[in-house]
């Protein structure tokens, strides 16, 4: 089923016009731009303000208190996009995706702090995680090789690094942290084939299946609409696969580090 459902991807992305296809691509990749500047942006003032204003650290670290309620509050809004993204207004799913992206800052402004010190590490983790990013997601644009198969083996690898995370905070054990942050890292750069991958072929699929020239502005202004929130979507899980591999090789040095 998976192999017949991509041959036909494959034919829709060859049938469909490149420059579209290209055009979305273009757009998916520069909201996931955008998400990462506000991200970026969000976790450069929360460390200058702690450093800067004690009356800032204060409120921040009691956010960091909260932090579990800092998570469900960022999967909520996961969740929602992924749920209504068909049906939701643009300007709402830009909002609640540059919502996220600067919520996300507060979660990745707790690590960023612990490598506050060292802005050498922070600069070299970010520039091996967009080259590698860079790499694979321009695999997945270019390939004519069928690599949906792997998106549900990769799915179940990540399922099983959380299960084994999660058993991990108990155990305690440094070498298993260790290759459970590897083995993440590999899992992540291949989604990002995958996810790159899939996304160009949904939208050949989206272009080709719904194209109406009868239909009037109303139906061509709701394609419109349609077509921006699928590359916010997109933009959201390019960026989710970005700030994972980011994390894990800024862990990855930091041992080294150490």
Not at 14 to 35: L, P, R, T
Not at 174 to 202: E, H, P, R, W
Not at 216 to 223: D, F, K, L, R, T
């Amino acid at each position: 089923m998976q192999g017949n459902y991509y041959d036909n991807n494959v034919v829709y992305t060859q049938g469909a016009d490149e420059s579209a296809v290209n055009g979305f691509m273009a757009k998916v990749f520069g909201w996931m731009f955008v998400g990462l500047l506000v991200t970026c942006l969000t976790t450069f003032f929360i460390v200058v303000g702690i450093q800067s204003s004690p009356a800032f650290a204060r409120m921040i670290a009691g956010l960091y208190n909260a932090v579990f309620i800092v998570f469900i509050a960022e999967f909520a809004i996961v969740m929602f996009i992924s749920a209504r993204i068909a049906k939701m207004r643009p300007a709402t799913a830009i909002l609640l995706y540059l919502l996220y992206s600067m919520i996300n800052g507060l979660t990745v402004g707790l690590v960023a702090l612990f490598y506050a010190g060292n802005g050498e590490t922070l600069g070299l983790a970010f520039g091996i995680t967009a080259l590698s990013f860079g790499i694979m997601a321009v695999y997945g644009l270019v390939t004519k090789s069928d690599i949906s198969r792997i998106g549900s083996l990769l799915m179940m690898g990540l399922f099983g690094v959380i299960i084994v995370s999660v058993v991990n905070i108990f155990l305690g054990n440094s070498m298993l942290d260790f290759i459970i942050c590897v083995v993440g890292l590999f899992i992540f750069l291949g989604l990002t084939a995958y996810d790159t991958n899939k996304i160009k072929n949904f939208y050949a699929h989206a272009a080709l299946g719904g194209g109406n020239a009868d239909g009037g502005y109303a139906v061509e202004e709701a394609q419109i609409g349609l077509e921006s929130n699928l590359a916010i979507y997109g933009a959201l899980i390019l960026y989710l696969d970005f700030i994972n591999i980011f994390l894990r090789i800024l862990r990855l040095l930091g041992r080294g580090r150490n």
